[in-house]
């Protein structure tokens, strides 16, 4: 909306949007433009001769008796045809001199962004491997957009002057022959134009169903090893069936409009005909001769008609794509974003998002970098939840050990996080991204989970370490980021004595222990900044299992999930979640020595009690209602620092453990006859 002064509320010196912009660059060739309507009305000469030229043929010519005549009419339809065919000749060229400027200015847009984007810090230091691929991929966009502002140029163009020239030689032949062919032209005309915002946002809603199958199908391949390992095949293909259904009844959404675009077309295009042949009596009692009557026919079928279609068939799908195209070269996302941000083609190099930390490890736009809220979860409709009611936040960069009894639901939780199940209910987002539908993918970039079982595949060792890393671009791993990852875990004596990263492995002939070395090498390498490892080093010995630890939690910009077999994984992390149904708490290692009868069984049967908590731990034990009123929580909850009680929990099952920020412990809950460690 403008504002008094003649701006734009909110945009003020910002850049014009993209059909702004098409304006001004039509303005800016107008000259083009005269040159191609000059062209055109060769082609409208054509038109009119058409249909003109052969009425008089037979009325004048061989219904008169004069063959001559006949011939000479036809002969000058015929020298129109040729006419036209040079005209369109001309309409190319000029064509030419309006779409080339598009495309270059396209471009030019393109790669000034692109460039610009390398230098802002949006690519890693250096690597300019992704800033190629995505100037490659829009440029390419840049021709659709090209070629398809050209066809609707083209046919748009064409329409008019074929309908100025038939509706000029329908009224020179005899006027009232419009009363009978205009109005279902008009009415045809209108209902198409009605349909063409509908069915644009339809195609735009296919399009995107379409590519979120895509993206979904491209995850689920390059990640089945992962989804194997975790036992989600179920879910992976229920996600995968939700977006093919979801395509499908975007389809059948946009066959519904098709076909009142088929109406619209019968009833401008099909109906003149009709109501010509019905009216035809009528017609030729009113002075209309023979030769009017099908020279009139002659226009609507080999002119209109024709022109009609291809133009409904024109703005209809061309003109929905080079909306799309349109807006994401507009919008300057070199991921090829608008429509399709949510992954559609989108690379991981330039992607908008999170920024490259320097290690080309993706660092956490958000804190916390995962957050569980009300989450429930059970394998299947009547089973009992395994997780009910479960808020959790993790602080990017925080370390969290997970334990609990065999079977509680550690790596259920841990299939959570990583987006392999879908809670029954809640939500659970990694570095702020919903884990599970429209930002699933990006949610996916931005977590590595290592099973217990560790894939080892054969072939070199250095593509078993690059596997999760991107090719090129910011994350892409060089020889000695290799070699280093592999010092950091504790894979380095394996690596010597391979012969380094490019020898071969052979699965069958590593140990167990070695293989979860090379799956935490492989995670340690991949650039995403959430690290969930699920008993992953189960098969290393404590040292070598201190080791690997020690470097994810050292690893720039990491947030560490353990779900931890040994009480030292525990002690090593900054809070520790104890799950245990109803009873899950979390807290320090020390704090819950001392509060939970679990944990001290488990650290117990782990072999020893551990340390103890240093001093400034403390521990609320909240009871039933204590949660409103306990001092510690109150004035946090009050100044909406972190959520605290959520009376609104699903059922009486829902507890609440928070994790803040490292160094302070913040958590309460919706207690019941349940309980929750907080401390700070
Ligand atoms: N794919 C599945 N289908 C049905 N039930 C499952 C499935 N996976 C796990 N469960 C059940 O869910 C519950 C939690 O299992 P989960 O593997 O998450 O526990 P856990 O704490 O990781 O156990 P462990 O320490 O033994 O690995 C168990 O009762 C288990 O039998």
Same mark, same amino acid.
């Given at each position: 909306?403008?504002?008094?002064?003649g701006?734009?509320i909110g945009?003020?010196?910002?850049r014009?949007? &993209?059909?702004?912009?098409g304006?001004?660059?039509?303005?800016?060739?107008?000259?083009?433009?005269?040159?191609?309507?000059?062209? +055109?009305?060769?082609?409208?000469?054509?038109?009119?001769l058409s249909?003109?030229? $052969?009425?008089?043929?037979?009325?004048?010519g061989?219904?008169?008796?004069?063959?001559?005549?006949g011939?000479?009419?036809?002969?000058?339809?015929?020298?129109?045809?040729?006419?036209?065919?040079?005209?369109?000749?001309? /309409?190319?060229?000029?064509?030419?001199?309006?779409?080339?400027?598009?495309?270059?200015?396209?471009?030019?847009?393109?790669?000034?962004?692109?460039?610009?984007?390398?230098?802002?810090?949006?690519?890693?230091?250096?690597?300019?491997?992704?800033?190629?691929?995505?100037?490659?991929?829009?440029?390419?966009?840049?021709?659709?957009?090209? #070629?398809?502002?050209?066809?609707?140029?083209m046919?748009?163009?064409?329409?008019?002057? /074929?309908?100025?020239?038939?509706?000029?030689?329908?009224?020179?032949?005899? @006027?009232?022959?419009?009363?009978? !062919?205009?109005?279902?032209?008009?009415?045809?005309?209108?209902?198409?134009?009605?349909?063409?915002?509908?069915?644009?946002? =339809?195609?735009?809603?296919f399009?995107?169903?379409?590519?979120?199958?895509?993206?979904?199908?491209?995850?689920v391949?390059?990640?089945?090893?992962?989804?194997?390992?975790?036992?989600?095949?179920?879910?992976?293909?229920?996600?995968?069936?939700?977006?093919?259904?979801?395509?499908y009844?975007?389809?059948?959404?946009?066959? =519904?409009?098709?076909?009142?675009?088929?109406?619209?077309?019968? !009833?401008?295009?099909?109906? @003149?005909?009709?109501? $010509?042949l019905?009216?035809?009596?009528?017609?030729?009692g009113r002075?209309?001769?023979?030769?009017a009557?099908?020279?009139?026919?002659?226009?609507?079928?080999?002119?209109?008609?024709?022109?009609?279609?291809?133009?409904?068939?024109?703005?209809?799908?061309?003109?929905? =794509?080079?909306a799309?195209?349109?807006?994401?070269?507009?919008?300057?996302? &070199?991921?090829?974003?608008?429509?399709?941000?949510?992954?559609?083609?989108?690379?991981?190099a330039?992607?908008?998002?999170?920024?490259?930390? @320097?290690?080309?490890?993706?660092?956490?736009?958000?804190?916390?970098?995962?957050?569980?809220?009300? !989450?429930?979860?059970?394998?299947g409709?009547?089973?009992?939840?395994?997780?009910?009611?479960?808020?959790?936040?993790?602080?990017?960069?925080?370390? $969290?050990?997970? /334990?609990?009894?065999?079977?509680? %639901?550690?790596?259920?939780?841990?299939?959570?996080?990583a987006?392999?199940?879908?809670?029954?209910?809640?939500?659970?987002?990694?570095?702020?991204?919903?884990?599970?539908?429209?930002?699933?993918?990006?949610?996916a970039?931005?977590?590595?989970?290592i099973?217990?079982?560790?894939?080892?595949?054969?072939?070199?060792?250095?593509?078993?370490?690059?596997?999760?890393?991107?090719?090129?671009?910011?994350g892409?791993?060089?020889?000695?980021?290799?070699?280093?990852?592999?010092?950091?875990?504790?894979?380095?004596?394996?690596?010597s004595r391979?012969?380094g990263?490019?020898?071969?492995? #052979? &699965?069958?002939?590593?140990?167990?222990?070695?293989?979860?070395?090379?799956a935490?090498?492989?995670?340690?390498?991949?650039?995403?900044p959430?690290?969930?490892?699920?008993?992953?080093?189960?098969h290393?010995?404590?040292?070598?299992?201190?080791?690997?630890?020690?470097?994810?939690?050292r690893?720039?910009?990491?947030?560490?999930?353990?779900?931890?077999?040994?009480?030292?994984?525990?002690r090593?992390?900054?809070?520790?979640?104890?799950?245990?149904?109803?009873?899950?708490?979390?807290?320090?290692?020390?704090?819950?020595?001392?509060?939970?009868?679990?944990?001290r069984?488990?650290?117990? +049967?782990?072999?020893?009690?551990?340390?103890?908590?240093?001093?400034?731990?403390?521990?609320?034990?909240?009871?039933?209602?204590?949660?409103?009123?306990?001092?510690?929580?109150?004035?946090?909850d009050?100044?909406?620092?972190?959520?605290?009680?959520?009376?609104?929990?699903?059922?009486?099952?829902?507890? !609440?453990?928070?994790? %803040?920020?490292?160094?302070?412990?913040?958590?309460?809950? #919706?207690?019941?006859? =349940?309980?929750?460690?907080?401390g700070?």
């Amino acid at each position: 909306m403008p504002d008094k002064k003649g701006g734009r509320i909110g945009v003020r010196g910002a850049r014009p949007g &993209p059909y702004a912009e098409g304006i001004r660059f039509l303005r800016e060739r107008r000259r083009v433009l005269w040159r191609l309507a000059a062209w +055109s009305v060769l082609e409208s000469g054509q038109t009119f001769l058409s249909g003109y030229a $052969l009425a008089r043929a037979l009325d004048d010519g061989f219904l008169a008796g004069d063959r001559g005549i006949g011939l000479a009419w036809l002969g000058l339809a015929v020298l129109a045809v040729a006419l036209g065919a040079y005209g369109t000749g001309r /309409v190319y060229r000029a064509m030419a001199a309006l779409v080339e400027p598009l495309r270059d200015a396209l471009v030019r847009r393109v790669v000034t962004h692109a460039v610009g984007g390398a230098g802002g810090g949006r690519t890693e230091g250096g690597r300019g491997g992704g800033g190629t691929t995505a100037v490659s991929r829009l440029t390419h966009q840049v021709e659709i957009a090209r #070629d398809t502002f050209a066809g609707l140029v083209m046919v748009s163009r064409s329409f008019v002057f /074929v309908a100025a020239g038939a509706l000029v030689g329908l009224f020179s032949l005899a @006027p009232v022959l419009l009363l009978v !062919v205009l109005p279902p032209l008009v009415l045809g005309l209108a209902l198409f134009l009605a349909t063409l915002r509908p069915m644009a946002r =339809r195609q735009e809603a296919f399009l995107e169903a379409d590519e979120n199958i895509a993206e979904t199908l491209g995850a689920v391949a390059s990640g089945l090893r992962d989804i194997t390992a975790a036992g989600a095949e179920e879910p992976v293909g229920a996600d995968a069936g939700d977006r093919i259904d979801a395509e499908y009844r975007a389809a059948r959404a946009l066959a =519904r409009w098709g076909v009142v675009r088929v109406v619209a077309i019968g !009833v401008g295009g099909r109906l @003149p005909v009709v109501l $010509l042949l019905v009216a035809a009596p009528w017609l030729l009692g009113r002075g209309v001769t023979t030769g009017a009557l099908v020279g009139a026919l002659a226009y609507l079928q080999q002119s209109l008609l024709p022109a009609l279609q291809s133009l409904m068939q024109a703005l209809g799908t061309g003109g929905s =794509r080079l909306a799309v195209v349109v807006r994401r070269l507009a919008g300057t996302a &070199p991921d090829g974003g608008g429509a399709a941000s949510d992954g559609g083609g989108a690379g991981p190099a330039l992607a908008p998002g999170p920024a490259a930390v @320097p290690d080309g490890t993706v660092a956490c736009p958000t804190t916390p970098a995962v957050e569980l809220r009300a !989450v429930t979860f059970a394998y299947g409709d009547r089973a009992a939840p395994v997780v009910e009611g479960l808020d959790i936040d993790v602080p990017a960069g925080g370390h $969290l050990a997970v /334990v609990g009894p065999s079977g509680i %639901g550690k790596s259920t939780l841990a299939g959570l996080i990583a987006g392999l199940l879908e809670p029954r209910s809640g939500e659970v987002r990694v570095c702020g991204e919903p884990v599970r539908g429209s930002g699933a993918v990006r949610a996916a970039a931005l977590r590595v989970l290592i099973p217990q079982e560790a894939y080892v595949f054969s072939g070199a060792l250095a593509d078993n370490l690059r596997y999760l890393c991107p090719q090129a671009g910011p994350g892409a791993r060089t020889d000695a980021e290799l070699t280093a990852a592999a010092e950091a875990v504790g894979l380095d004596v394996l690596l010597s004595r391979l012969g380094g990263p490019y020898a071969d492995v #052979d &699965p069958g002939a590593l140990s167990a222990g070695e293989r979860q070395l090379i799956a935490l090498a492989r995670a340690y390498l991949s650039p995403a900044p959430v690290v969930l490892l699920d008993e992953a080093t189960c098969h290393l010995d404590p040292a070598a299992e201190a080791r690997a630890e020690r470097a994810f939690a050292r690893r720039p910009g990491t947030t560490l999930i353990v779900i931890a077999h040994r009480v030292s994984s525990a002690r090593r992390a900054e809070r520790v979640l104890v799950m245990d149904g109803r009873q899950t708490v979390c807290g320090r290692h020390a704090e819950l020595l001392e509060r939970s009868p679990l944990y001290r069984d488990l650290a117990g +049967s782990w072999g020893g009690p551990g340390s103890s908590g240093g001093p400034g731990d403390s521990v609320h034990l909240l009871g039933a209602g204590a949660g409103a009123s306990d001092p510690a929580l109150a004035p946090r909850d009050a100044d909406g620092v972190h959520p605290v009680a959520r009376p609104g929990l699903p059922g009486d099952g829902g507890h !609440v453990v928070a994790y %803040g920020p490292v160094g302070q412990m913040q958590a309460a809950g #919706d207690l019941g006859d =349940r309980g929750a460690f907080g401390g700070q």
